[in-house]
C-alpha cells in the first residue's frame, strides 16, 4: 500500500501519549490511520473520544489475513462532530486473542461487535451479550473468514438438494 | 382559544379530509389495468434478453466472443462455439442463459461489442419450471411466447 | 392450605414479527411486557441475510455493483452512488462534471421516492391508509423517471464506476421539472393530512425519544440525528459529487421523537426538490464518463467513503491487495446501526408505540441483514 506518512498535532499527541504503543500513523488517499498494539487498543479509542471528541463511532469490522500470525485486524472508524473528521484506528491480532469489548464506550459496539464475532469469531473481552446476530444460532463456522468459499458451499449444495451441477 | 374550537370541531382532521375528498375526481386516478392494458414501458427497460439476427441474411449477430459470460456476475451464461475452418472465424453453437439467476443489471449488454445480445422490454417471462427459464438459443433469438389469455 | 387468592401479575414474553405487517419485512422483536408497557426488547434479526459482504470478495469491482442496489432496495441509486465513489476513491478518479451534477439529481430523486414510501407504510401502520395511496402514486412518478433513465425501476444499477452507462434519455429534464412543480403541491396536501391531524400527533408526539448525546453513542445517523437538534448532514460536513455546488438547508428539530423525525423527513423532500431544481438548470455539457481500465485492478490500499442516504450515513469501506477482487468490502449500513438503538428506545413505550418506533426509524431489513 502506498502510504504517505500521517503528520499534524492529532497523530503527535497519539505518539507522546501512547509513545511504543502505537505502531504507526500513516493515511492513503488523505484518509489517516493509525495501528495500535491489540492490548492498548480499547485505551487509545477511549483516549480518542475524551480528549479529542471523537464522538462517534462510525464503523467497526475485522478483516482476515489467514496466512499471518496476527490474523485478525481490528478496525474502528472514528469520527468527531466538532473537528468534522474521520480517523481509523487499526489493530492486528492472532485468533487466540481477546480485544476488550468497546461496547461500555460506544453503545453503538453493542451489534458491531456481535456482527464481527458472527462473521469473524472474534470473541470480544467484557461484551454483555456476545452471541450470533445475523447467522442462525446453530450455523457452523464464521462466514467472512477467508478459508470459506462459497462458490463450493454453493456447488455441494446444489448436488445435495437438487441433485445437478452448480452453474457457478 | 382558538385551540380550543379546533380541538372541539376538528378542523385539522377534517382539513385532511378535505384532501381526501377531493381525490375522488375520476382524473386523479391512476391504477393501471395491466392485464387488460399493458402498460407503457421505457425505451431503455432491462427486460427479457433477445439475441439479436441479422435481419439480411437471418444469421446470428453473435460472434461468440464469450464477453458477455464473463461480464455477468452470476455467471449464468453460456456461449459454445466452434473454430470455423473456412472463414476462420469463430461460429455460434449454442447459447444458454440461466433466466432464473438473472438480476437483469444490463452488464452482459454493455460488454457485448457488436449489439447481438440485448435486453428487451419484454416483461413477461414467467414459467412454470424452473428449466424453462433456462433459455437456449432459439427461445433467445425469437423471444418469450406468453399465453395469451381471452375472454 | 393455600387460600391467597389476589390477582397474580406477571411478565409475558411476546414475539412480534418475523411475518408482521408493520416490521417493514422479516424483523422480530421479542418484547417482555408488564401490562402494556414493554420491558425490555431484543431485535432478532438476520432473515434476510445473503452475504453481501462475501459475495463482494467473490466478484470483480463492476460486477458487484448490481448487488448493493440490492442492500437498500428502496434506495438502491444512493447505494450504487455510495459504491462507485468507494471505488472511484480508491482507484483515484473523479466522474465528469456532467456525471456528478445527474447522480445529484438522481440521489435526490431516490431520496424523495425513499422518503414516499416510508411516509406511506408508517402512515399505515398508525392506521392512516389514504397516505400509503397517495404517496406510492407520487413515487411511481419517481420510478417512471428511473425506467426511462436507466431501464430499472427499483434496482436500478444507475451508475457506473467512473460515471453513468446511460446518456440522459430526451424527455429527462421535461419529466423531473413536472414531477418537480406536481410534488410541491402534493407535500402541502401531506402536510394538511398528516401534520396536524390530532390522532396522528397523539400517535407521534413524545414517543420514542433519543436525544444528541444518544444520538451520539448509539450511532444514529440521518433524519433521526437531525429531529435530535444536530444540523449534520454528510451532505454539507463532506461534500461528495459536487454537493457543494447547490444552495440547501439542513432541516432539524429539537424534540428527538417521532414526530420530529417526521417532520424532517417532510423538510427533506423539501430540500431535495430545491437541489433538483438548481441542479436542472446547470447540468453541464461533456463527457459521462472519466477514463477508467476496462479491467479494473485497484492499488493496494484502502478507502471509506461514506454519503448520505436517505436512511442516514451509508460507508463503504474497500480494502484492495491489488487484485481483481476486493480484499474486503465492508457496508457500514445505516438501518442496521439505527435500529440498534430501539432497544434503548422501546424500553418502557406501549406496545402500540413500538410499532410507531420502528415506522420512524425507517429500516430497510435488506439493508440490516445484508
Known sequence: MATEAWEDSLSGHLHSKFAQAILKTESFRGQPFAETTPSEFHNVVVFLRDDHAFDYLCDLTALDYPKDEARFELVAILYSFTHNRRVRIKTRFPESFHPQSLSDVYLAANWLEREIFDMFGIHFAGHPNLKRILMPDDWQGFPLRKEVNILDMDQSWVQNNLGIESGQ | MLETIKRIFLLDLLQGLWVTFKMQRTSNITTEEYPKEIPKIGERYRGAPRLNINPDNSETLCIGCDLCAKACPENLIVVGTERNKETRRLDLTYFTYDLSRCMFCGLCEDACPVDALELTQDFEMASYTREGLIWDRQMLEEGPRPTKYTR | ?370
Open chain 3, 1 to 370: 392450605m393455600e387460600s391467597v387468592n389476589h390477582l397474580e401479575t406477571s411478565e409475558m414474553v411476546l414475539n412480534m414479527g418475523p411475518q408482521h405487517p408493520s416490521t417493514h419485512g422479516v424483523l422480530r422483536l421479542v418484547l417482555k411486557l408488564d401490562g402494556e408497557r414493554v420491558k425490555a426488547v431484543e431485535c432478532v434479526i438476520g432473515y434476510l441475510h445473503r452475504g453481501v459482504e462475501k459475495i463482494g470478495e467473490n466478484r470483480t469491482y463492476t460486477q458487484f455493483a448490481p448487488y448493493v442496489d440490492r442492500m437498500d432496495y428502496i434506495s438502491a441509486v444512493s447505494n450504487g452512488l455510495g459504491y462507485c465513489l468507494a471505488v472511484e476513491g480508491l482507484i483515484g478518479v473523479e466522474a465528469p462534471p456532467r456525471a456528478q451534477i445527474v447522480r445529484v439529481i438522481f440521489a435526490e430523486l431516490n431520496r424523495i421516492a425513499s422518503h414516499l414510501l416510508w411516509l406511506g407504510t408508517s402512515a399505515l401502520d398508525l392506521g392512516a391508509m389514504t397516505a400509503l395511496f397517495y404517496c406510492l402514486r407520487e413515487r411511481e412518478e419517481v420510478l417512471k423517471i428511473f425506467e426511462n433513465y436507466c431501464g430499472a425501476r427499483l434496482t436500478t444499477h444507475a451508475f457506473r464506476i467512473g460515471g453513468l452507462q446511460y446518456e440522459l434519455h430526451d424527455t429527462f429534464e421535461a419529466e423531473t421539472r413536472a414531477f418537480s412543480e406536481m410534488f410541491k403541491k402534493r407535500l402541502d396536501e401531506y402536510d394538511q393530512l398528516l401534520t396536524n391531524n390530532p390522532i396522528w400527533i397523539e400517535r407521534l408526539k413524545g414517543v420514542g425519544i433519543l436525544t444528541a448525546e444518544e444520538c451520539k453513542s448509539w450511532g444514529v445517523s440521518g433524519p433521526m440525528i437531525r429531529a435530535a437538534g444536530l444540523a449534520w448532514d454528510l451532505r454539507k460536513a463532506q461534500p461528495y459529487s459536487g454537493y457543494d455546488q447547490f444552495d440547501f438547508d439542513i432541516p432539524t428539530r429539537q424534540g428527538a421523537d417521532s414526530y420530529d423525525r417526521y417532520l424532517v423527513r417532510i423538510d427533506e423532500m423539501r430540500q431535495s426538490l430545491r437541489i433538483i431544481d438548481q441542479a436542472l438548470e446547470k447540468i453541464p455539457s461533456g463527457a459521462i464518463m472519466a477514463k477508467v481500465p476496462k479491467v479494473l485492478k485497484p492499488p493496494p490500499g484502502e478507502v471509506y467513503v461514506s454519503i448520505e442516504a436517505p436512511k442516514g450515513e451509508l460507508g463503504y469501506y474497500i480494502v484492495s491487495d491489488g487484485s481483481l477482487h476486493p480484499y474486503r468490502l465492508r457496508v457500514r449500513p445505516p438501518s442496521f446501526i439505527n435500529l440498534a438503538s430501539l432497544e434503548k428506545m422501546a424500553v418502557g413505550a406501549l406496545v402500540a408505540d413500538v410499532v410507531a418506533i420502528i415506522g420512524t426509524i425507517d429500516i430497510v431489513l435488506g439493508e440490516v441483514d445484508r
